[in-house]
Nanobody, 117 residues
Framework: VQLQASGGGLVQAGGSLRLSCAAS????????MGWYRQAPGKQRELVAV???????NYADSVKSRFTVSRDNAKSTVDLQMNSLKLEDTAVYYC????????????WGQGTLVTVSS
């Protein structure tokens, strides 16, 4: 599967952006989909994920500001980011996981989000 992320860009602190990830095939078979990010000089970290059943998990730093959603019919997973902070600046990667028989990760190419003061 190919994952194509879009929606990144430059935004002022306090602003909003919406990232979208389009899959090249149906996402119904992916147990978990979501977003990770990597800031300069830091390790890649989980931002928000959503299961096939609709359960979500967020990094503490983005709770109440970001919302992850998936549309199986459109094969997309989105990340609505509100009240953006300088520390949200990073390359954001779309991720899809299958868990059986063992975990396998698929990654998109990344989209840059830059938050300015």
């Amino acid at each position: 599967v190919q994952l194509q992320a879009s929606g990144g860009g430059l935004v002022q602190a306090g602003g909003s952006l919406r990232l979208s990830c389009a899959a090249s095939r149906s996402i119904g078979s992916f147990n978990i989909m979501g977003w990770y990010r990597q800031a300069p000089g830091k390790q890649r970290e989980l931002v928000a994920v959503i299961t096939s059943g609709g359960g979500t998990n967020y990094a503490d730093s983005v709770k109440s500001r970001f919302t992850v959603s998936r549309d199986n019919a459109k094969s997309t997973v989105d990340l609505q980011m509100n009240s953006l902070k300088l520390e949200d600046t990073a390359v954001y990667y779309c991720n899809a996981q299958t868990l059986w028989p063992s975990r396998r990760d698929y990654w998109g190419q990344g989209t840059l989000v830059t938050v300015s003061s």
